[in-house]
Nanobody, 120 residues
């Protein structure tokens, strides 16, 4: 069984920084894409950033230049460095692993979510 273990998050003042990490564990053969989505209260879940196996990275326009996503393929782990945080970055951040290949086939997985709150 594949599990995504998230760490990081918390409370930070506007302009501050936080980092998130997400490690995929289990009998994984390969992962096509990993990244983060977020959901603010009353809003739909939206993409924050994702990186695919070719090392191509996509960012939401709202976080470009402030957030950096990196991936350690050997550890099946992604790291999201968030700088210059704004109150509108507040939300529940979910780790995502897409196109995960195991002996059972291919599937997508989500983490439990970690809270990021930007407030003075």
């Amino acid at each position: 069984q594949v599990q995504l273990v998230e760490s990081g998050g918390g409370l930070v003042q506007p302009g501050g920084s936080l980092s998130l990490s997400c490690a995929a564990s289990g009998s994984i053969w390969s992962i096509y894409a990993m990244g983060w989505y977020r959901q603010a209260p009353g809003k739909q879940r939206e993409l924050v950033a994702r990186i695919i196996s070719s090392d191509s990275t996509n960012y939401a326009d709202s976080v470009k230049g402030r957030f950096t996503l990196s991936r350690d393929n050997a550890k099946n782990t992604v790291y999201l460095q968030m700088n210059s945080l704004k109150p509108e970055d507040t939300g529940l951040y979910y780790c995502y692993a897409g196109g995960v290949r195991t002996m059972r086939g291919m599937a997508d997985y989500w983490g439990q979510g970690t809270q990021v709150t930007v407030s003075s």
